[in-house]
């Protein structure tokens, strides 16, 4: 069939997917079940696809969590160094309006199914204000994002205060002179903790393991502007730096009363915060073990310990999911995730994946040089590989870091190496700024 491109979703990697293959001149249309761009970033005090929370600000600094094709320079300067949820959903805005993005896009349109049908075309299933219809693309780009499906634990015993799952927290005021459990050592379940603590009887925070809580600043700037110093480095030679950089800044766990680190630095992925530690230091927030089971309302943990709580926040992380695929086409929910540069399918060559990774550091600049990849193949100016399958091996046999086994560690990559390996593939004048200032000329001329 003739060219005709579809993308799933249109928050920060989607917008970029749709800039970069509508630059290369080709036919796209991108659905999204929200009603604007923005994905995770557009917080509202709603259940919605959405995770962040009302006071949400990223980990990674606005210099490295910028598109080159659209800087926080080209967008408005004065953004502080980690900006706020609703500072990126403007900037995203921003950038789709910057590249006339908003033509291409159906908005309150889920993609409810995608089939491949036996000549490899797709067929695509959307649903807008209940009717469905089934329209046919020659490829398939899927941006549908990875922090949205909730993933429970499970205990022994039953609860029988609230349990809700950090997805649904959205702000701290309901949990006024609550006792709150926070389950989990990542970056929601620290944050959730320090905003809790503001307002609750108790907050306690349990982990199943150590944990290093990475500062957002060293010496006065941004932790990762810092760490870019040294990304010429050797990995391990980097994980060591880091290691004795937060021991000395910082000291031991047990200073805490939390868990020892068991694990090199990038084993799990990193947890940056400024107040969990001086929260618990001031008595706001308690250390806790693992919990070994629940009676009503009260807790046992691991040690024994015995304690009552109104609410537990499971911040346990979420689901890789892809409901519109048939399970024995697609399933990557209980990895591994065989894709090489992890977008490119070992067998289905019209179907890409764009921001499906998990950095130590930002997605988005990386979803902008994946999908800049996936624009020059689009446009017949780049071939890939042809031993693709044997690539998605290597890649998955030898990973930039060597992590622990629990299911959020199934597509860690290192933001700097990717970004290297991704450029290793695109031409120098990979920036399409220069192409954008041509088209929007172009356009004026035909307009004139
Ligand atoms: C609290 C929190 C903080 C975070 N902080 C950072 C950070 O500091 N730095 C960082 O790099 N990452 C962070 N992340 C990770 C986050 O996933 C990325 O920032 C980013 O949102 C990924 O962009 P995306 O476009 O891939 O996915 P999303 O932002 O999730 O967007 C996916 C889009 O697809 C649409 N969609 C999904 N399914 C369908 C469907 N079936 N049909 C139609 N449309 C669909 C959704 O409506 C949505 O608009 C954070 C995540 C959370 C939860
Ligand atoms: N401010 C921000 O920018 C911000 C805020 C929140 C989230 N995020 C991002 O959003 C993404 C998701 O983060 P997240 O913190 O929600 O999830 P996450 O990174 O997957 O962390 C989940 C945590 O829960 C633990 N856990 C999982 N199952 C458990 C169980 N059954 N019992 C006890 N503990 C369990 C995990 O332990 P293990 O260590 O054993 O895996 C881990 O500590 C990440 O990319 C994160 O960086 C960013």
Same mark, same amino acid.
């Given at each position: ?7 799933? +979703?249109?928050?920060?990697? +989607? ?10 001149? *080709?036919?796209?249309? @991108?659905?999204?079940?929200? #009603? ?21 600000? %990223? ?39 910057? !590249?006339?993005?908003?033509? !291409? ?11 491949? *049908? ?7 299933? $959307?649903?807008? +204000? ?7 693309? #020659? ?10 499906? /909730? ?7 039953? !609860? ?20 709150? *459990?926070? %389950?989990?050592?990542?970056? #929601? ?47 391990? %030679? ?5 290691? $004795? ?5 910082? +000291? ?17 992925? /990193?947890? %940056? ?70 977008? !490119?399918?070992?067998? $289905? ?38 031993? $693709? @399958? ?46 954008? @200032? ?11």
């Amino acid at each position: 069939m003739k060219q005709r491109i579809a993308v799933i +979703g249109v928050g920060p990697s +989607g917008i970029t997917a749709l800039k970069n293959l509508v630059d290369q001149g *080709l036919e796209v249309v @991108a659905f999204d079940r929200n #009603s604007e761009v923005g994905g995770n970033w557009i917080y509202s005090d709603e259940e919605s696809h959405s995770s962040v929370f009302e006071t949400t600000h %990223i980990i990674s600094s606005k210099t490295l969590s910028q598109y080159a094709d659209f800087t926080f320079d080209d967008f408005d300067p004065t953004v502080s160094d980690y900006p706020s949820h609703d500072e990126l959903r403007n900037y995203f805005q921003a950038y789709a309006n910057k !590249f006339n993005l908003y033509q !291409f896009i159906q908005f309150d349109t889920l993609v409810v199914h995608c089939e491949l *049908l036996d000549k490899g075309t797709w067929e695509v299933t $959307i649903e807008k +204000g209940g009717v469905r219809k089934a329209e046919r693309f #020659s490829q398939l780009v899927v941006c549908n994002g990875h922090h949205w499906k /909730p993933r429970y634990p499970d205990y022994p015993g039953e !609860f029988t205060g609230e349990f809700i799952h950090s997805h649904n927290f959205k702000k701290a005021a309901p949990f006024a002179g609550k006792r709150v *459990l926070v %389950i989990g050592g990542g970056n #929601s379940a620290c944050d959730v903790a320090v905003e809790t603590s503001r307002v609750s009887a108790k907050t306690a925070i349990s982990w199943r393991r150590g944990y290093r809580i990475v500062p957002k600043f060293f010496f006065g700037k941004p932790t990762d502007v810092v760490a870019e110093g040294t990304k010429w480095l050797p990995i391990k %030679i980097r994980t060591l730096f880091s290691q $004795i950089l937060l021991r000395i800044m910082l +000291g031991d766990n047990k200073l805490y009363g939390l868990r020892p680190i068991t694990n090199n630095f990038g084993s799990l992925h /990193p947890t %940056i915060n400024d107040e969990l530690l001086h929260k618990i230091r001031h008595g706001k927030v308690k250390p806790r073990l693992d919990i070994k089971r629940f009676e009503g309302k009260k807790v046992i943990f691991e040690d024994g310990k015995e304690e009552e709580f109104d609410t537990i926040v499971a911040c346990t992380g979420y689901w890789l999911s892809h409901p519109f695929f048939d399970k024995n086409l697609i399933n990557y929910s209980d990895g591994p995730v065989p894709l090489w540069l992890k977008m !490119f399918h070992p067998t $289905i060559s019209n179907l890409y994946f764009i921001g499906m990774f998990q950095p130590l550091g930002c997605i988005w600049p990386g979803a902008e040089l994946q999908s800049k990849l996936m624009a020059q193949e689009l446009g017949g100016k780049w071939k890939r590989p042809e031993n $693709i @399958a044997a690539l998605c091996q290597k890649e998955m046999a030898d990973p930039h870091y060597k992590q622990i086994n629990t299911p959020r560690h199934t597509i860690t990559v290192d933001f700097h190496l990717f970004v290297k390996e991704l450029k290793q593939h695109l031409p120098k004048n990979y920036l399409s700024k220069v192409s954008m @200032a041509k088209r929007q000329e172009k356009e004026l001329n035909h307009s004139q």
